[in-house]
């Protein structure tokens, strides 16, 4: 059974950072791309960030030069590194994966897996 689970969410000030985590269990993390999408009262779920498996990345353009996303393949884990947090940050924060090696996706229509979600509350 596949299985993800995102920590690190909580309440910041306006300029602040938080680091998001997301274990995975089930399979061979190698094999998998994995996302980070967030989803804010009212609005549509949003793709993020993104990785494959050979550590290609891609970020979302409201994201740029504040996010990046990384990941430890031994201890297979996702991390979403978040700095210079705005107001409009706040939302639900998941992670999600596919079986594809190849190809970090910010469509959530790509992705098989998401875990449950961890909140991230900015305030200004």
């Known amino acids: 059974q596949i299985q993800l689970v995102e920590s690190g969410g909580d309440s910041v000030q306006a300029g602040g950072s938080l680091r998001l985590s997301c274990s995975v269990f089930?399979?061979?993390?190698?094999?998998?791309?994995i996302g980070w999408f967030r989803r804010s009262s009212g609005k549509e779920r949003e793709g993020v960030a993104g990785?494959?498996?050979?550590?290609?990345?891609t970020l979302a353009y409201s994201v740029r030069g504040r996010f990046t996303i990384s990941q430890d393949n031994a201890k297979k884990t996702l991390y979403l590194q978040m700095n210079s947090l705005k107001p409009e940050d706040t939302a639900m924060y998941y992670c999600a994966a596919r079986p594809l090696r190849t190809g970090a996706s910010l469509r959530a229509g790509d992705y098989n897996y998401w875990g449950q979600g961890t909140q991230v509350t900015v305030s200004s």
């Open positions: 990785i494959d498996s050979y550590g290609t990345t």
């Open positions: 089930g399979y061979i993390y190698s094999s998998y791309s």
